[in-house]
């Protein structure tokens, strides 16, 4: 088994580990989908990979955060950090605001 791209922290933390690959980062049916680099994260406008085969090819990781293995239900606020120390606060609730994605903590290494 290969090591997973991100960690689970607590009950809404997605951490992302690993520089090569990107997250795409899936909550539920209705809400917008969010790819994480290594040093940012906006949301994504492309096609969606249609599974974890060509997902990889794109260099890409599918986090979907309803199945059990990451949260196991749809989120109305999410956090997520990058490799380079900055923890993003992605508020659905919020969407189509600027207060959708921002930065919440920027940590200096």
């Known amino acids: 088994m290969t090591e997973k791209p991100f960690l689970v922290s607590g009950r809404n ?3 992302h ?3 090569k690959l990107d997250l795409l980062v899936t909550n539920g049916e209705d809400n ?3 790819l994480v680099t290594h040093k940012n994260i906006k949301e994504f406008t492309g096609a969606i990979p249609e599974n974890k085969r060509e997902a990889k090819q794109l260099d890409m990781e599918l986090v ?3 199945v059990g293995d990451v949260f ?3 989120k109305t606020l999410l956090f997520v950090q990058t490799i380079n120390g900055k923890e993003y606060k992605i508020d659905y609730s919020k969407y189509g605001t600027p207060l959708f994605i ?3 903590q ?3 290494f």
């Open 64 to 66: 979907d955060v309803t």
């Open 32 to 34: 917008p989908v969010i």
């Open 72 to 74: 196991g239900e749809e």
């Open 17 to 19: 580990k690993i520089r």
């Open 102 to 104: 921002k930065v919440h």
């Open 106 to 108: 920027d940590s200096a």
């Open 13 to 15: 933390t997605l951490i």
